[in-house]
C-alpha cells in the first residue's frame, strides 16, 4: 500500500489517464477525490474503484472556474481533512498549425491547459502549506521538449506548465511540498482517439506512422503513465523536486534511424 492514507485529488478522471491513476491510487490504499467536468464518466470511476474495494467520491468542477474550484477543495478539506496530493491532469488537445488557428481556440486550449493547473493549485496549496506537506503533479506533455507537427496551441501550454512546475518548486519547498511534471509520449486514451479521427483522414495509417516514432514500437497505455503518476505521489520519490518525469518510449531523448 504505497499510498496507504493519503487524500489525493486528480482532475479530470473521469476518463484516461486519470481514470487509470485514480484506480492505481485507490488500490494502493488512497482515498481519491475523482474530479471531471462530466459528472457521468467521473461517478463511473468512483463505481469503479468503489466495486473494487477502494474509497473514493466525486467532485464535478470546471478547472477554469475559480468559484467552482474554490468550493471543491474546500469542500474536500472539510470532509477529509487535507490533501495531500494534488494531481493537476484535466486537458484537451489544440490541434493546427499557428496560421490555421482561430483565436477562439487557442483562448480555450491556454485556458484549460494553463489556468486548469493555476486554479487547483491556489485553492490547495494554503492547505499543504498550513501542513507543510504535500506533493503536486502538473501534467505536460514531452511535446514541451520537441517540436511536433501541427499542435502549436498544445505545445504552448505543456511548455507553460513545465516551466510554471520549476516556478512552483522554488516557491514552495520551504513549505515541504513537492511539484514535479509529468511528460508523457502518446497515449492511447480517448483524447488521443479524437484526435486522430479530426486531424487524419486514415486514423489507421496514423497509429502505425506515431508507431515508428517511439523506440519501444508501441504507443503508450494510460497505466503507463499512472505508474509515473503513483511514484511522484508517493513517499518514494521524495528527492524529487521540480522534475520532469518522461515516459515517452524513448521520444524525447532517442531516434529511429
Ligand atoms: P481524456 O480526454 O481521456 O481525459 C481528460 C479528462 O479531462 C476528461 O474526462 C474531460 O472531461 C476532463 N476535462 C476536460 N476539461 C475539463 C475541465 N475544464 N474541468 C474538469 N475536467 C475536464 O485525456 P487523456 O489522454 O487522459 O489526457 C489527460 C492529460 O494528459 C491531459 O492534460 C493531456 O494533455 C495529457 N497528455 C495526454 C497524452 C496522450 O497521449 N493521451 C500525452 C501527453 C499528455
Redesign the pocket.
Known sequence: MRLAEKITLI??????????TALLFAREGATVIV????AE??RETVDEIAAAGGKAAFFK?????PEQVKAMVDAVVAQFGRIDVLF??????GVGMLHEVEPEAWDRVM???IR?VFLPSKYVLPYMMERRSGSIIN?????AEIGLAKRAS?SA??GAVLSLTKSMQVDYAPYNIRVNA???????????E??LRTSYDDPEAAIASLKTRQLSGD??R?DD?ANAALFLASDESKFMMGSPLYIDGGVVFGKNA
Open positions: 482532475t479530470g478522471s473521469g476518463s484516461g489517464i486519470g481514470r487509470s474530479n471531471d467536468l462530466d464518466k467521473g468542477a470546471d478547472v477554469t472556474n493537476n491532469n484535466a486537458g484537451v488537445s485556458t484549460i491547459n486548469g501534467m505536460s506533455s514531452c511535446i498544445y501550454t505543456k509529468l511528460l508523457p509520449g502518446t497515449i492511447m486514451t480517448p483524447f488521443v479524437n484526435y504507443l503508450g494510460p503513465v
